[in-house]
């Protein structure tokens, strides 16, 4: 079995979307904003034997359907701009330090819990 793309998506209604709070949906000058489209991303998710992705809706807003003026803040990590979430560095730190697994080993095991 190949391991080395071996990462499956499986979505599993994991999806939050981040709004602004509705006294930042205004411009400068007090204009209301409205939405007009979403940025993306996706973290990586460590349940017992599974990996899961969770999508994260960023809404973007502005004045009018082209007018970009601001997006919903990112949601906090612990690595900026990183896909693992908490429960996935916790499961890594332990592979490698508490049990003693040896990189490769733990990559493979990641590898394999995705099917």
Known sequence: MDT???FHRIFL?????????PEEQFTAEGTPLKPIGKE??????????QIKV???HRIKYGVDSGDYVKTAPPVPAIIPKGIAT???LA?????????????LSARRDLCSSGD
Not at 91 to 103: E, P, R, V
């Open 4 to 6: 080395e793309n071996h």
């Open 13 to 21: 209604g994991r999806l939050f979307e981040v709004t602004l709070p």
């Open 40 to 49: 993306i991303s996706e973290k990586l998710i460590y349940e017992p034997a």
């Open 54 to 56: 969770q999508e994260i």
């Open 86 to 88: 908490p429960e996935l």
């Open 91 to 103: 499961h890594i730190i332990a592979s490698k330090y508490a049990d003693g697994l040896s990189t």
